[in-house]
Every structure is written in C-alpha cells, then in structure tokens.
C-alpha cells in the first residue's frame, strides 16, 4: 500500500466548533488536514480527495469517552 497525499480538491468548509460533539455530524482527515461532512465522505469511510480512512472519533482518550457518553444520550434521546 502506498503513501497517500491530499490531491487539493477537497471541499473547503468551516471548521466545526472545538467540542466533543463535532464528530457527530463531521469526520476528519489526517492526510488532508481537513474537515468533511459525514454525507460526503466516499462509503462512510474514506476521504473524497486522498481515498485514506477518516476518523470519526476523538483520538485522546478523554475525548474519546465524552463521545461515547454523548452518544449514548443521544441515541436514548431518539
């Protein structure tokens, strides 16, 4: 498997505000440095511009945690 680089036509959109709940309608994209809503991400899992995996959860571990509380309550809620 080769090394991925951003292709440089990646969406620009706001960064989402600095919270634990980003996550729930964005993912992130370590190669490209960017952040992309959940619809556009290629099969839920891959990033439209460099084809790598995207994260979709905090990477600390304290981060991590909230997230999986908030999501909890969230799928309570619905």
């Known amino acids: 498997m080769g ?11 706001k960064s989402p505000s600095w919270s634990v709940e980003r996550y729930r309608d964005h993912v992130f994209c370590r190669v490209c440095n960017s952040w992309a809503l959940k619809t556009d991400v290629w099969k839920k899992v891959f990033c ?9 959860k905090p990477k600390s571990r304290k981060n991590r945690i909230k997230y999986n509380i908030k999501s909890k309550e969230h799928s309570v809620i619905q």
């Open 48 to 56: 439209p511009c460099c084809h790598t995996r995207v994260s979709w």
């Open 3 to 13: 090394i991925s680089s951003c292709r440089g036509f990646c969406k620009p959109i």
